[in-house]
């Protein structure tokens, strides 16, 4: 015999309230005392229950589904959007992001659907999405500076955050470090070990962040007596790290300091560092920038500058809550502190 699937009735039996209060609490109706929810939580776990979303949509008007977006450019052809989306799902920077997003949403129970937007094309297709009321709302992990995407979203009036700042003139609520700090903190930690001919390897510098990054380390490295760094612009990637270290080394072989804007290029700096016969921190001490989970795992285990990303991403996902739930009206900016995280690379 087949066991009935439990019901609202259930719910409010168990939990000793009326089916209207247990429908308020499970439609996130906000006028119903916080022991009562918990009361009525309690009573969903025990029965079972499992609300009918396709019901609960009618009531809340919601899809309950949020669109994690990662926007920027990845090329027309199929080969090269495939790549994009590959390098983005390994990216530990990525995954800290997710995670963060993830655990935020799943107490609320609201739903990530990632999509890709690298092209005009994918770029319209999310636009549609949201329009047609698939998602509640955008969180966009932006990977390119001028990414229309934002603006897109903006101009027509979608609920959106986004990781990072937004381009100019956009008025999107986002997240972000204080990315100059965070140059600065390296910059004085090198400085600190005694190092005097430093050098950085930059994300790619159409980014704002890698330019501020890039900004804070060369004023700070200025004020500790070196007002010329050299300067290797990267990929974020681990090749692209190592690319840079060897030219850096090529021309500047006297280099006893690095600061490599992600921790992947970090990586690559150590491994380029060791295959020309240099030790880490001995000969060349190096630090990056995030602190994902590649850092610590680095031989030797990496010194970098933290931002607190699962912090960073929830919070986003809290902005744009806000903006789905009618609670803000006006786009909202909130920078976080960077810290220095010391290993032993530097």
Same mark, same amino acid.
């Given at each position: 015999m087949?066991?009935?699937?439990p019901?609202l009735?259930?719910?409010?039996?168990?939990?000793?309230? /009326?089916?209207?209060?247990?429908s308020?609490?499970?439609?996130g109706?906000?006028?119903?005392a916080?022991?009562?929810?918990?009361?009525?939580?309690?009573?969903?776990?025990?029965?079972?229950?499992?609300?009918n979303?396709?019901a609960?949509?009618? $009531?809340?008007r919601?899809?309950?589904?949020?669109?994690?977006v990662? @926007?920027?450019?990845?090329?027309?052809?199929e080969q090269?959007? /495939?790549?994009?989306?590959?390098r983005?799902l390994?990216?530990?920077?990525?995954?800290?992001?997710?995670?963060?997003?993830?655990?935020?949403?799943?107490?609320? /129970?609201m739903?990530?659907?990632?999509?890709?937007?690298?092209?005009?094309?994918a770029?319209?297709?999310?636009?549609?999405?949201?329009?047609?009321?698939?998602?509640?709302?955008a969180?966009?992990?932006?990977?390119?500076?001028?990414?229309?995407?934002?603006?897109?979203?903006?101009?027509? %009036?979608?609920?959106?955050?986004?990781?990072a700042?937004?381009?100019?003139g956009?008025?999107? /609520?986002?997240?972000?470090?204080?990315? =100059?700090?965070?140059?600065?903190?390296?910059?004085d930690r090198?400085?600190a070990r005694?190092?005097?001919?430093?050098a950085?390897?930059?994300?790619?510098? %159409?980014?704002?962040?890698?330019r501020? =990054?890039?900004?804070?380390?060369?004023?700070?490295?200025?004020?500790?007596?070196?007002?010329?760094?050299p $300067?290797?612009?990267?990929?974020?990637?681990?090749?692209?790290g190592?690319?840079?270290?060897?030219?850096?080394?090529?021309?500047?072989?006297?280099?006893?300091?690095v600061?490599?804007?992600?921790?992947?290029?970090?990586i690559?700096v150590m491994?380029?560092?060791?295959?020309?016969?240099?030790?880490?921190?001995? %000969?060349?001490?190096?630090?990056?920038f %995030?602190? @994902?989970? $590649?850092?610590?795992?680095?031989?030797?285990?990496?010194?970098t500058v933290?931002?607190?990303?699962?912090?960073?991403?929830?919070?986003?996902?809290?902005l744009?809550?806000?903006?789905i739930?009618?609670a803000?009206?006006?786009?909202? @900016?909130?920078?976080?502190?960077?810290?220095?995280?010391?290993r032993?690379?530097?």
């Amino acid at each position: 015999m087949t066991r009935q699937a439990p019901t609202l009735e259930d719910v409010a039996r168990e939990a000793g309230v /009326s089916r209207a209060t247990v429908s308020r609490v499970v439609n996130g109706i906000r006028n119903v005392a916080p022991d009562i929810q918990d009361a009525v939580r309690e009573a969903i776990e025990r029965t079972g229950y499992a609300p009918n979303r396709a019901a609960r949509a009618l $009531v809340t008007r919601r899809a309950e589904t949020i669109a994690l977006v990662v @926007s920027g450019a990845g090329g027309e052809s199929e080969q090269e959007q /495939s790549a994009f989306a590959s390098r983005m799902l390994t990216d530990p920077f990525f995954g800290r992001v997710v995670g963060g997003v993830i655990t935020f949403l799943r107490p609320r /129970s609201m739903y990530p659907v990632l999509m890709f937007a690298e092209t005009a094309e994918a770029r319209r297709q999310v636009v549609s999405y949201l329009r047609q009321g698939s998602a509640d709302g955008a969180l966009v992990f932006s990977t390119h500076a001028a990414d229309p995407l934002p603006t897109l979203l903006a101009d027509a %009036d979608l609920p959106c955050a986004l990781f990072a700042r937004p381009p100019a003139g956009t008025a999107v /609520s986002h997240v972000d470090v204080d990315h =100059r700090e965070g140059g600065r903190l390296a910059a004085d930690r090198l400085a600190a070990r005694g190092c005097r001919r430093v050098a950085t390897v930059t994300g790619p510098l %159409d980014l704002p962040a890698a330019r501020d =990054r890039l900004d804070g380390f060369q004023t700070a490295m200025a004020r500790h007596g070196q007002p010329v760094v050299p $300067v290797r612009e990267g990929d974020f990637t681990a090749a692209g790290g190592a690319a840079a270290m060897h030219w850096l080394l090529a021309e500047h072989p006297d280099t006893d300091g690095v600061f490599a804007a992600n921790d992947l290029m970090a990586i690559g700096v150590m491994e380029a560092a060791g295959e020309t016969g240099r030790r880490v921190p001995d %000969d060349v001490a190096v630090i990056g920038f %995030d602190d @994902s989970g $590649v850092a610590a795992a680095g031989r030797p285990p990496l010194t970098t500058v933290r931002q607190p990303m699962e912090e960073m991403a929830a919070t986003m996902a809290r902005l744009l809550q806000e903006q789905i739930e009618g609670a803000r009206t006006t786009p909202a @900016s909130v920078v976080f502190d960077a810290e220095l995280v010391v290993r032993a690379s530097a």
